[in-house]
């Protein structure tokens, strides 16, 4: 069982060029979410979809876009990255949404690296 | 802004003491939600403690949690060096809101 998976799993991109990271999950979970982690700020969400069909911003959504592709699959795309999107993102999913259970599962995360 | 903070940003302990971490967060929480990091890889969740609940138990792990004090604790007792790693804690009122974590180093 995979659980969630993240590709690519590193990428070195210079300004302004975009690139799509991808997500998908296989435990059928409802809700996904786009998560950035970086050095002393702990990890704060980009976007999230709480089910199929519907797409939300967090706490920092400026310059991202996202796609909920279908059940399985959530990506999140840079249409011009800047230096400053440098982090580790990692892709959750999680069974519920809204109610008092949410036990997130994680990917290993992508390497973004903007020059 | 981060909802939970963790206290201490770092810990270092020996092998066979307890390890303390605390977390306090702003709005009222569904629940509260413990993960781990090892080092250059996902988060993984530990425990998960409801908002009616006072103080839950897995295994080496005791979390309480103080809704009048908008604060919980992570208790592992008894660590080990393969418990080095960063811990954090993140609360539900909807969506989930990480705080930023406290690095744990457990010397043999």
């Known amino acids: 069982n995979a659980g969630v998976t993240q590709t690519p799993k590193f990428q070195v991109l210079k300004t302004g060029q975009s690139m799509t990271l991808q997500c998908a999950q296989d435990m059928n979970h409802n809700s996904m979410y786009w998560y950035r982690q970086d050095p002393g700020m702990g990890l704060r969400l980009i976007y999230y979809?709480?089910?199929?069909?519907?797409?939300d911003k967090g706490e920092v959504p400026n310059g991202y876009n996202v796609s909920r592709l279908n059940k399985r699959e959530f990506s999140l795309r840079l249409e011009s990255a800047a230096p400053s999107q440098t982090s580790v993102y990692f892709c959750?999913?999680?069974?519920?949404?809204?109610?008092?259970?949410?036990?997130?599962?994680f990917g290993e995360g992508s390497r973004l690296t903007v020059l | 802004s981060q909802q939970g903070e963790e206290d201490p940003q770092a810990l270092s302990i020996q092998e066979g003491e307890n390890a303390t971490m605390n977390c306090s967060y702003k709005?009222?929480?569904?629940?509260l939600q413990w993960y781990r990091q090892n080092s250059g890889r996902g988060l993984v969740h530990l425990i998960l403690i409801r908002s009616n609940e006072r103080e839950k138990h897995s295994g080496r792990l005791r979390v309480t949690l103080d809704t009048s004090k908008k604060s919980s604790s992570l208790l592992i007792t008894a660590s080990r060096a393969a418990d080095t790693a960063s811990y954090f804690c993140a609360t539900k009122g909807g969506k989930l809101i990480f705080g930023q974590g406290t690095e744990l180093s457990v010397k043999p």
């Open positions: 979809s709480a089910s199929e069909g519907t797409t």
């Open positions: 959750a999913s999680s069974g519920t949404w809204g109610g008092d259970t949410g036990e997130l599962f």
């Open positions: 709005t009222s929480i569904n629940n």
